[in-house]
């Protein structure tokens, strides 16, 4: 993806094709026959510029992330005790660092110098450091906090229950941890301007279930919906393009998340379905928008799931831009609709127009 593309995209500037981003989580390349899937990359050069990967040229073992390596226990710069079954797929906390709000006194945040949520980070002037992957662009100066931010960071610290319930019985401990959280991210933020000068900065965090949100849309918009507007600002006031990411069905609280200064939202398609997406977001907000890989793309039907990113191209798509298409794959699709994606995609981003052919 060129960054004349993806500007001209955000801005409803007609750009020349549909940017896509086909994701390969590293855990495919245990699971499926490397030279099979090598050989795929190398013939998608529009999806993947950079070809194989390194280690896979170099028969390398897989590069897992401690957050993601199932042989670790993994503890994060929050004191969050993370634990994965499958190596390349992102864990949950088996220990929260906090019993109770009423520890918190003792309850020390980690040093922005030194870390994001997820990585460690050397800041260098003119230098964006890398760590995440959602919400990311290379073609730009990009910034990204880390996914999980502020409602899942507060979820990850105290568990789920203790979490909802102190949102509605707002003990005055609540407070202090909810500032504690927006400080780093507000420290981050404001590193990645000072240092790395970014022009785009992605905010992830996974607000919805497979029906509705995590929390109420009243508590939503008391106690999380003040703290986006917050570490959002930095990056409005300096012109960054502001990119979100959930993943759930978020409809309940989309009409909150829209007052804030966000120019690219990403977005699950069938569980707010694509009739939802094209009435209340095209052409007011660009759609990043994650294809399915519950019922669509694990299957192995090829002409259902080509079907299925026409019919997302045909109601979605506007000469004028607004659109990216997402697509993560994982262990368990099928080679033939893993190709037939790649080719599908391969020419949206040729600027060709696969969905208008039968």
């Not at 899937?37 to 390194?54: E, Q």
């Not at 800041?123 to 730009?140: E, H, N, Q, R, V």
């Not at 507060?154 to 568990?159: K, P």
């Not at 497979?210 to 012109?239: C, N, V, W």
Request: glycine share 8%; proline share 7%.
């Amino acid at each position: 993806m060129d960054s004349t593309t993806l500007l001209k995209t955000v801005h409803f500037d007609f750009p020349s094709y549909v940017p896509v981003i086909f994701h390969i989580n590293l855990a495919c390349w245990d699971y499926y026959d490397r030279r099979h899937l090598s050989a795929l990359v190398a013939a998608h050069p529009g999806l993947f510029p950079t070809g194989v990967p390194n280690f896979i040229l170099a028969n390398q073992a897989t590069p897992y992330p401690e957050w993601c390596d199932s042989n670790l226990l993994w503890t994060d710069p929050w004191g969050c005790v993370w634990q994965t079954t499958t190596s390349g797929f992102v864990g949950t906390v088996v220990r929260h660092p906090l019993e109770s709000l009423e520890s918190i006194g003792t309850y020390v945040p980690p040093d922005p110098d030194k870390t994001t949520h997820w990585y460690p980070v050397t800041w260098k002037k003119g230098a964006s450091p890398t760590g995440g992957s959602i919400g990311f662009f290379d073609c730009l100066p990009s910034g990204e906090i880390g996914h999980g931010h502020t409602f899942l960071k507060l979820i990850d610290i105290l568990g789920y229950e203790k979490a909802t319930f102190a949102l509605y019985d707002e003990p005055k401990e609540l407070r202090k941890l909810l500032d504690m959280i927006t400080g780093f991210n507000l420290d981050l933020v404001d590193r990645f301007i000072s240092f790395a000068d970014v022009k785009w900065m992605g905010y992830a965090e996974d607000l919805g279930m497979q029906i509705g949100p995590m929390l109420s849309p009243q508590l939503f918009e008391k106690h999380i919906l003040p703290l986006y507007r917050t570490i959002m600002a930095p990056a409005y006031e300096h012109d960054c393009i502001i990119h979100m990411h959930s993943d759930g069905d978020v409809r309940a609280l989309m009409d909150m998340l829209r007052t804030l200064p966000i120019s690219v939202f990403n977005i699950q398609d069938n569980v707010n379905t694509l009739d939802w997406i094209a009435h209340t977001l095209k052409g007011k907000i660009t759609i990043d928008l994650d294809i399915d890989r519950q019922y669509i793309t694990q299957q192995d039907d090829v002409v259902k799931a080509r079907d299925y990113l026409s019919t997302v191209m045909r109601q979605l798509y506007d000469p004028s831009g607004g659109l990216i298409i997402t697509y993560g794959l994982y262990p368990g699709t099928p080679i033939k609709i893993i190709s037939m994606m790649m080719d599908f995609f391969e020419e949206v981003v040729s600027g060709g127009r696969p969905w208008l052919r039968p």
